[in-house]
């Protein structure tokens, strides 16, 4: 019989598969959404091809945006430097070394409106990464589309807005765990109101996964984030027919194929499920988990980099036939640094030569009906589930989370994967198997002269800008977050009077404080 194989969850692969007098699965379009959230899928509407990117200038960030587009790309997903990502201006002391670095700097409405230069936002739709700031930046997107006579009404597009897992996962985190939870629910008040068409939540599993969590984790963790979500809504007086069709989820695709589209497909049956039995949602939009897939980053490896447009290609078609709403794909030279244009370019394609050439979007979940897929869909779907109950045993996601739970959960499994490298246990092609040495290929180096730009532009604001308005904003803002009002509205008032992104998060600082992993709760 040989030796067991498992998935990377640890999950038995046995040699051969069986019909085992499964029930079948409702078409797609069907509660539970297993098969897929629409009755046809891409026969209907390809996935949103949505490259992440971002670095250096609005001005820069701008250009690539619109090359981008110019080369089929279907929607925007800006990346953000670390200092925007953590509420603080360029010239603030604790960024200096990261402007521009890892995406691209936005200190004000100034910058928001050139990044969007010449790209309607009533015709594209974007996505934010961006968590403990979100609402900040989803503002200011706002105002510059009302600049361009855009009705805020037309907007579309995604926040991730996701703080939960920055604590357990990822780092940028700015407030404490319970007024970040309010400001996310003021968001889904204001946008209901204001911004119908917007996703206000990204639920994010990408970044737990990055972490080192497995399919099953990464699956269970998410969701017991988006239920905690889901009820902080409620209990500050939202309905969740009315929010649910607005949350959207963020996940990995990683190299184990099968794994990876029974963990799709789980995810849509686990979460129509909850929201259903658990929640008593019966607006079928606030039932069907719609994601964004990204192709696994931590699957890339600096040697060989070539060797990663295989994984990509991989990952990407396996996000597809999982039935992915929206996809990036990662360059092969991101283990590297950002990506050249070239590499860019090449993981737009393979996701074009999937949607056009390959034939797996003519029928809705080409998998359906795999033994092998639907008894991996049950397994998974079954550990994901024990791991929630033990959660919400815990007192569900926050808590799990201030008390190091998800944490210690991630930072253990990690640590086994890394021993399965280095033992040589856990093959990776160029790492440790079929090693050779590598020829140089280029690396993109982006705009050295960028954080004096900005401190720069922020000088320029400050002379320019009315600071009695500013001043009156920022203080009705305080006023707002010291008592039960929503925030969102005296924020909007302070950016549009071009109060920057760190003066409106320093405010919140002031009342809420910052988070601190080492002090107890």
């Known amino acids: 019989m040989g030796n067991q194989i498992t998935t990377d969850a640890g999950i038995p692969v046995e040699p051969i598969y069986r019909d085992t007098d499964r029930q079948p699965e409702p078409d797609a379009g069907q509660f539970p959404y297993t098969r897929g959230i629409y009755p046809t899928m891409y026969r209907g509407r390809l996935w949103t091809m949505r490259q992440y990117a971002g670095f250096a200038s609005a001005h820069e960030t701008n250009e690539r945006f619109r090359y981008l587009l110019g080369q089929g790309q279907m929607g925007l997903s800006v990346a953000f430097d670390l200092p925007t990502q953590l509420g603080l201006d360029s010239d603030d002391p604790r960024a200096e070394g990261e402007v521009g670095k890892v995406g691209v700097a936005i200190d004000s409405i100034d910058d928001m409106a050139t990044l969007f230069a010449g790209i309607p936002l009533d015709k594209v739709s974007t996505s934010m990464t961006i968590n403990?700031?979100?609402?900040?930046?989803?503002?200011?997107?706002?105002?510059?589309?009302?600049?361009?006579?855009?009705?805020?009404?037309?907007?579309?597009?995604?926040?991730?807005?996701?703080?939960?897992?920055?604590?357990?996962?990822?780092?940028?985190?700015?407030?404490?765990?319970?007024?970040?939870?309010?400001?996310?629910?003021?968001?889904?008040?204001?946008?209901?109101?204001?911004?119908?068409?917007?996703?206000?939540?990204?639920?994010?599993?990408?970044?737990?996964?990055?972490?080192?969590?497995?399919?099953?984790?990464?699956?269970?963790?998410?969701?017991?984030?988006?239920?905690?979500?889901?009820?902080?809504?409620?209990?500050?007086?939202?309905?969740?027919?009315?929010?649910?069709?607005?949350?959207?989820?963020?996940?990995?695709?990683?190299?184990?194929?099968?794994?990876?589209?029974?963990?799709?497909?789980?995810?849509?049956?686990?979460?129509?499920?909850?929201?259903?039995?658990?929640?008593?949602?019966?607006?079928?939009?606030?039932?069907?988990?719609?994601?964004?897939?990204?192709?696994?980053?931590?699957?890339?490896?600096?040697?060989?980099?070539?060797n990663n447009v295989v994984r990509v290609t991989l990952q990407a078609l396996a996000a597809v036939m999982g039935g992915t709403q929206s996809l990036h794909t990662n360059g092969f030279d991101e283990a590297l640094s950002l990506p050249t244009t070239e590499a860019a370019t090449l993981a737009l394609r393979t996701q074009q030569v999937i949607a056009y050439e390959s034939g797996v979007t003519a029928s809705a979940d080409p998998l359906g009906g795999s033994y092998l897929v639907e008894s991996m869909t049950d397994e998974i779907e079954q550990r994901a589930l024990a791991l929630i109950r033990h959660i919400d045993d815990l007192g569900g996601a926050v808590r799990a989370v201030e008390d190091g739970f998800i944490q210690a959960q991630i930072m253990d499994t990690a640590y086994e994967y890394q021993n399965r490298v280095e033992s040589g246990e856990q093959l990776v092609i160029g790492v440790n198997k079929f090693v050779t040495d590598d020829a140089p290929v280029p690396i993109f180096k982006p705009n050295e002269a960028v954080a004096a730009e900005q401190c720069a532009k922020l000088a320029k604001l400050r002379a320019e800008r009315d600071q009695a308005a500013v001043d009156a904003a920022l203080a009705d803002l305080q006023r707002a977050a010291e008592g039960t009002a929503n925030v969102l509205e005296p924020m909007r008032e302070a950016l549009s009077h071009r109060a920057t992104v760190g003066e409106v998060c320093g405010v919140l600082r002031k009342i809420w404080g910052e988070y601190r992993p080492d002090v107890a709760i």
């Not at 897992?165 to 629910?185: C, D, N, Q, V, W």
């Not at 988006?226 to 695709?253: C, K, M, T």
């Not at 929201?275 to 069907?288: C, I, N, P, Q, V």
């Open 132 to 306: 403990a700031p979100a609402s900040v930046l989803l503002l200011l997107y706002e105002l510059v589309g009302a600049q361009q006579g855009a009705a805020s009404k037309t907007l579309t597009g995604t926040i991730q807005n996701d703080i939960l897992k920055e604590y357990a996962a990822r780092g940028t985190y700015i407030f404490p765990p319970r007024p970040s939870m309010r400001l996310i629910t003021d968001t889904f008040a204001y946008c209901a109101e204001r911004i119908p068409r917007w996703n206000t939540i990204s639920i994010s599993g990408y970044h737990i996964r990055e972490a080192g969590a497995t399919a099953v984790q990464e699956l269970a963790f998410t969701l017991a984030n988006g239920i905690a979500y889901v009820q902080a809504a409620i209990d500050a007086g939202l309905h969740v027919d009315e929010f649910g069709p607005r949350l959207s989820f963020f996940f990995n695709a990683h190299n184990n194929f099968f794994e990876e589209i029974a963990k799709f497909r789980a995810a849509r049956r686990m979460w129509a499920t909850i929201m259903r039995d658990r929640f008593g949602a019966s607006d079928e939009r606030a039932l069907t988990l719609r994601f964004h897939t990204q192709t696994g980053g931590s699957t890339l490896t600096s040697q060989q980099p070539l």
